[in-house]
């Protein structure tokens, strides 16, 4: 048996996504392009954006609401996993990201089915409520505003609303109550609010992936 080591888990997940995941030349592109662009290369792993378009798929959903575009990495997915009359709003605060974004989710040919919303996402959240509800949101942003984003995923969804939290793991350091980090004590925050805000249910997964170690939450809106 194979011990438990980075190595192990990134050869393991090589295999996965060799296995189950199709090659793409469109999503290639789409992970391509923000590394020429000197943008943060941390759009979600290709098993976790598969993960998102099976989720997509397996709750129906026609509205998803992403906040935190980059790329348009996990976008192309989402929207890959809803009916050619639905919709992806996601939010992106900033500019350049959403232009590099657009294109590529033009390249992917599915444009007229996403809405890329400029600006800070406490903002733009506001301005959603005449698309609401929302069947799914993804919440992959500043983690810093993870209980604003959560809140809001509340008041534009409506029970049964599907939830996911990228990142609430950050390589271990959400388990350190005592991490000074804005982002790991956003994330704690955050997985807090889903335990006592009456509006949630959830739970959470550790993932070991071409993103090294993290994890995700998911959550139901009651
Ligand atoms: C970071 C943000 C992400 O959304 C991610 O998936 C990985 C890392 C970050 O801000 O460091
Ligand atoms: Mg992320």
């Known amino acids: 048996m194979t ?16 296995t189950l995941v199709d090659a793409d030349d469109s999503l290639d592109a789409t992970v391509q392009a923000p590394r020429a ?43 890959r996993g809803i009916p050619d009359d639905g919709r992806v709003v996601t939010i992106e605060a900033e500019p350049r990201h ?16 996403v809405d890329i919303c400029v600006g800070r996402g ?48 950050r390589a271990g350091r959400v388990a350190d109550a005592e991490d000074p980090s804005p982002q790991v004590r956003g994330v704690r925050a955050g997985l807090q609010m889903l335990r006592d805000d009456p509006r949630f249910t959830a739970t959470a997964l550790q993932t070991l992936d071409a993103k090294g170690w993290d994890g995700i939450a998911l959550a139901l809106v009651v």
């Open 3 to 18: 011990e438990l080591s980075l190595a192990a888990a990134h050869e393991v997940d090589r295999y996965l996504v060799d």
């Open 37 to 79: 662009a000197d943008m943060p290369a941390i759009e979600v792993a290709p098993t976790g954006g598969k993960l998102l378009w099976l989720l997509a798929r397996l709750s129906g959903a026609r509205r998803v609401l992403e906040i935190g575009t980059l790329g348009g990495y996990s976008t192309i997915w989402l929207a």
């Open 98 to 113: 959403a232009e590099v974004a657009r294109r590529s989710i033009d390249r992917a040919g599915v444009g007229e089915r």
């Open 122 to 169: 406490a903002d733009v959240l506001p301005t959603l409520e005449d698309q609401a509800p929302f069947d799914l949101v993804f919440i992959d942003a500043d983690k810093e505003s993870n209980t604003v984003y959560l809140d809001w995923a509340a008041r534009l969804g409506r029970p049964g609303t599907l939830i996911v939290v990228d990142n609430v793991v």
